[in-house]
């Protein structure tokens, strides 16, 4: 009890300290019927969101109940919601220059909060995106506001909370709560390394950035390898799995090589760049490190952020579009063949199919990464009979060191992981089922790549 009234009365000291308004100052900060002041009503905003995250949820619930009031007139009550609409672009459009994207916001809101939080920065992502159209930037980007069916479906003449709060069945102050709970959650985040430039700020992304302009790469390959891999996934001919998956390992190591050797004797320039990759709970971890044995095999690295929900990965552009590929279909074969192996149960009647599935998913991730690692071998073999050694193992290199320098600027001082392992028999299955798994990772260069 003493800790909590020192949390409270630290609490209170901080807020002084900033001259915020307190709940009984906000109420003089209008008279009847007369409109708030907007600059003073913003710091109650702010004041509020601070509050969400305070020990005393008593001035919390106060304030928060002022501000749903709105003075007592409906006109009271549309100045706080434009205020808060207002103050929400504006914490929306900061938290893009400090590295966060669409998909991330959305994602690490739905696991720290709830859907009905997400469904809400999602209008947020919406009201941005209707300002500043994302397509001119980047095309993930686009991508990703398409995906979150981010729209602007409510009436821009009215108080977008006001629907908001009518489609969702809540009341006023229910809905405010709501608002403000995801405020004083994105105002907490942490910077994150800018992968691209945010819409409407050219020239606003990280070393790291994604460009519209993608020199040199050809869409319609990865069209090809996708419509592979969905092939060499839903067959149930273990020959025919691996000729899909040998013709998507020719295509992708092929143009891979073929791409840096062309930048190299053009002079290119060409630098690093990353994404984000959804790292989905259950054992996220052993998913975690199949993508890492992924984008290492691929000339590429990884960094999992467990508390939201992805891994970012560094590389040249077309290994890590190819890397993304790659994990999504091991991940979708690794799923199948685990599922398969159906629930497990000790001798004591006990289940015990987390363990095993958690232990089955590791060891597939690890004997993926040898068969890949050994892929890349030979596909450097073959096309040193290309280009010959002299010439492509220092182009090779230069990659390596940049994305290696590009990964150590984004993220000074990381740390490694371990995946622990405790079920045995999953582990036997795991990498049976990573010998069966079909990849495409860069094996052989057929002959028709000296054409």
């Known amino acids: 009890m003493g800790t909590r009234n020192r949390e409270r009365r630290a609490a209170k000291k901080r807020r002084r300290e900033r001259s915020g308004p307190e709940p009984r100052a906000f109420r003089h900060g209008s008279s009847a019927g007369a409109p ?206 691996e000729a899909l998956s040998a013709k998507a390992q020719e295509l992708m190591a092929r143009h891979a090589i073929d791409e840096a050797m062309v930048a190299a004797a053009g002079g290119q320039s060409d630098a690093p760049v990353g994404i984000r990759i959804a790292i989905d709970d259950p054992y996220a971890s052993a998913k975690a490190l199949l993508l890492s044995e992924v984008a290492s095999a691929n000339g590429c690295r990884s960094v999992w952020g467990k508390d939201y929900g992805s891994t970012t990965v560094l590389g040249f552009e077309a290994d890590i579009d190819f890397v993304e590929v790659l994990y999504t279909s091991l991940l979708v074969q690794a799923t199948s063949a685990m599922v398969a192996t159906g629930s497990q149960i000790d001798r004591h009647g006990r289940s015990r199919t987390r363990s095993f599935r958690q232990s089955f998913l590791v060891s597939y991730a690890e004997r993926i990464g040898e068969r890949l690692r050994a892929a890349e071998a030979a596909s450097l073999e073959a096309a040193e009979e290309v280009y010959g050694r002299g010439a492509l193992l220092p182009v090779l290199a230069d990659r390596s060191t940049a994305v290696d320098a590009a990964c150590g600027s984004a993220f000074p001082g990381l740390t490694s992981y371990s995946v622990g392992v405790t079920n045995h028999a999953g582990w036997a299955a795991g990498a049976a089922a990573a010998e069966m798994a079909s990849l495409s990772g860069r094996q052989e260069v057929s002959a028709s790549a000296r054409a």
Do not use: N
């Open 36 to 241: 708030f002041d907007r600059a003073f009503l913003r710091e109650a905003i702010f004041a509020a969101a601070e509050l969400a995250r305070e020990p005393d949820p008593a001035e919390y619930q106060e304030l928060l109940t002022v501000l749903s009031e709105g003075g007592g007139t409906m006109a009271g009550r549309r100045v706080v919601d434009a205020e808060l609409s207002s103050v929400l672009a504006e914490v929306v459009r900061r938290t893009w220059r400090r590295g966060w994207q669409p998909d991330d916001l959305a994602r690490v809101v739905d696991r720290k909060l709830s859907a009905v939080h997400e469904a809400f920065v999602v209008d947020a992502i919406a009201a941005d995106a209707a300002v500043f159209p994302p397509v001119p930037v980047d095309s993930r980007w686009a991508g990703q506001i398409s995906g979150l069916g981010a729209e602007v479906w409510w009436s821009m003449q009215e108080s977008h909370l006001h629907q908001w709060a009518t489609r969702e069945g809540m009341v006023r102050v229910e809905a405010l709560a709501c608002a403000i709970g995801v405020l004083s959650f994105v105002l907490g985040l942490p910077a994150l390394p800018v992968l691209c430039d945010v819409p409407g700020e050219p020239g606003s992304g990280g070393a790291t950035r994604r460009s519209s302009r993608r020199s040199g790469h050809d869409p319609r390959l990865l069209d090809r390898v996708r419509g592979l891999l969905a092939k060499a996934e839903s067959t149930t001919f273990a020959e025919e799995a």
